[in-house]
Structures are given as structure tokens and as C-alpha cells.
């Protein structure tokens, strides 16, 4: 059986905590003694269940940890070298309690759709956290291709435009450009790397922050060269018949451990890489991040020996 052992770090952590977001992930992690997981490492419904308690609260130690800020380099908010970064650790923790809102439906298949972007978010932010500024600044104005679009689209005389939605729309892209300080000119590089981030197609970037052994059975075949690919509607969507032929499959796949699980695998490295940025990286926080690794094992390795297919 998983090394439980390892998991009973919690009252040690909660004893140290003093903030106020700190006494907020404590409450989350008090109830973690090793009874309390021995009781619930018993088969696979109930591992499953207590997956899912985990999952729950890791969910809401990442959105505690977005709210952690080191007043002395931040006394207000963040500037626009390290919000991008703060966006997308949001999105992660947002994307994470819809995933698990499907994990106590049990749909896998919905979970499958969320997932993709959470695992894009993940990714992007360790990337953007390994690399310079110019590399952030980059990431920015990728975001502006179709933005462009829409400015060039006004000028050529779309009638859109003259409608309520298109004067809304086109505000919209004028404000963002203004508080950021951006013409239609700044765009040159994006255009020459065919607006892709640092000129590098997603799967280059995955390979360099992770390891690109992963990408094939992880992200790889969420998105696939076609979305909404032949073997997605094969696993999910249809079933074979004796003869060859296939019928409508109406239901939808059971979700168990094996469909969050791997993901935690991408979501942790970026909150450790942010709280070293922001200077905010106190070690009960960096013990929390700890945890959550080393449970997140323990529960996928007792689920794997106590699953008989």
C-alpha cells in the first residue's frame, strides 16, 4: 500500500501558520491525520470519495495562494509583467472546481473538455515563469490576433460595427490597447512567429517545461490534430457492434481518479514558481504545495493496486 505516512504533514503545518490565508488553508488541511486517510484508503468507491474531498480542497489552497501577496513588492496589486502570470493561476483553479463539480456527476467526458485548457494554462504559466519579460510582454500580444482583425475589419467598412454588439466589441478592443499601451504598429514580431508565443507551437513549449514523453498521453490526445476527433467519439460517444457497425452510446463515462489526478501533475509547479516570483514563498506555503504531491501519489498508487478494470 501507498507510503501513508508521508501524508500526515498537516498538523504540523497548520500549528505554524499565522496570516490570515494561511489560517484559511490550515482549516482546509486539519482533518488530513493519517486515521482520517486509512479510514478512506479502503477500495476503489471509497478512495474515489476521498479523491475527491482532496481534490475539493486543493482547489481551494490554490485559490487562497492567488490571493497571497508580499506588501512590501506588492503593497496593491500586480503589474502587467506578472498579472498575465496571475490570470492564468486563476483560470487553473477555476477550470479545477468545474472539473470536480463533473467528478461528483460522474461525466469523465465533460471533465475531458475542461481539462485541455487547464492543463494550456498550467503550462503556459511555468513557461512564462522560466523565461524573461520580453517573453511575458510576447505572451500579451499574442492575445491581440483577432483584436486586430476587428480593428481591420472597421476600417474596410463592415457594417457590423454600426450596430450596437460591434460598437460594444470595438470599444472593448480600444480600452485594452490603451491601458496598455499599444497601437496597431507594435504587433511586427507576433506577425513574424505567426502569432505563436516565442515563435514555438504549444507542443515545443510543453516539451521544454515538462517532458515531451507526457504530451502523447496527457494533453496530446485531449486536443489531437482535429477537435472532436474519430477516437474521441469512438471512446465516448459510440459503440461497436458485432458486426462491424457502430450505434449511438447515450451515457457517459464514469469518472474515477485517473481523470484529475494526472492533471495535479502540471497544476502544482506553477503556484511553487509563483510564490518564489512574488517573493511571497513562506515555507509552510511551499510544505502545502508539498502535500498536495505527495497525496496526490499516494491516492493514484492505492487506486491503481485496488483497481481490478
Given amino acids: 500500500m501507498a507510503d501513508l505516512a508521508l501524508m500526515g504533514i498537516g498538523l504540523n503545518i497548520v500549528s505554524r501558520l499565522g496570516s490570515p490565508t494561511m489560517e484559511e488553508i490550515a482549516q482546509v488541511l486539519k482533518k488530513y491525520d493519517e486515521e482520517y486517510i486509512r479510514q478512506h484508503f479502503v477500495d476503489v468507491p471509497s478512495i474515489n470519495a476521498f479523491a475527491l474531498s482532496f481534490f475539493k480542497d ?14 512590501e513588492r506588492n503593497p496593491k496589486g500586480f503589474d502587467v509583467d506578472d498579472a ?3 490570470g492564468l493561476l486563476v483560470k487553473i483553479w477555476k477550470l479545477l472546481k468545474e472539473v470536480l463539480k463533473y467528478y461528483e456527476q460522474n461525466n469523465a467526458e465533460l471533465i475531458g473538455v475542461l481539462e485541455r485548457p487547464l492543463i494550456e ?29 476587428i480593428l481591420r475589419d472597421l476600417e474596410s467598412g463592415s457594417r457590423f460595427f454600426e450596430s450596437k454588439a460591434g460598437k460594444r466589441l470595438l470599444a472593448s478592443v480600444r480600452e485594452k490597447m490603451s491601458n496598455e499601451k ?3 504598429q507594435d504587433f511586427d514580431e507576433q506577425k513574424k512567429n505567426r502569432w505563436k508565443l516565442s515563435g514555438k507551437s504549444f507542443y515545443e513549449i510543453f516539451a521544454q517545461v515538462e517532458h515531451v514523453d507526457l504530451y502523447a498521453c496527457t494533453y496530446g490526445m485531449m486536443s489531437e490534430s482535429i477537435h472532436g476527433s474519430w477516437n474521441e467519439s469512438i471512446d465516448f460517444c459510440l ?43 513562506d515555507p509552510n506555503l511551499v510544505q502545502a504545495l508539498d502535500w498536495i504531491e505527495r497525496v496526490n501519489t499516494a491516492i493514484f498508487l492505492r487506486f491503481d493496486e485496488a483497481y481490478d478494470n
Fill in 84 to 86: 498575465p502570470i496571475l
Fill in 58 to 71: 486543493v482547489a481551494d489552497i490554490y485559490d487562497a495562494i492567488t490571493r497571497v501577496r508580499n506588501i
Fill in 121 to 149: 494554462a498550467a503550462v503556459v504559466a511555468t513557461y512564462l515563469m522560466q523565461s524573461d519579460k520580453s517573453v511575458v510582454e510576447d505572451y500579451r500580444k499574442c492575445s491581440y490576433k483577432d483584436r486586430l482583425r
Fill in 239 to 281: 459503440s461497436r457492434n458485432a458486426d462491424g457497425t457502430y450505434s449511438t452510446f447515450p451515457f457517459f463515462q464514469p469518472a474515477d481518479v485517473r481523470f484529475v489526478s494526472p492533471t495535479l501533475r502540471f497544476t502544482n509547479k506553477p503556484f511553487r514558481l509563483w510564490l518564489r516570483r512574488i517573493e511571497a514563498d
Fill in 182 to 184: 499599444l497601437t496597431v
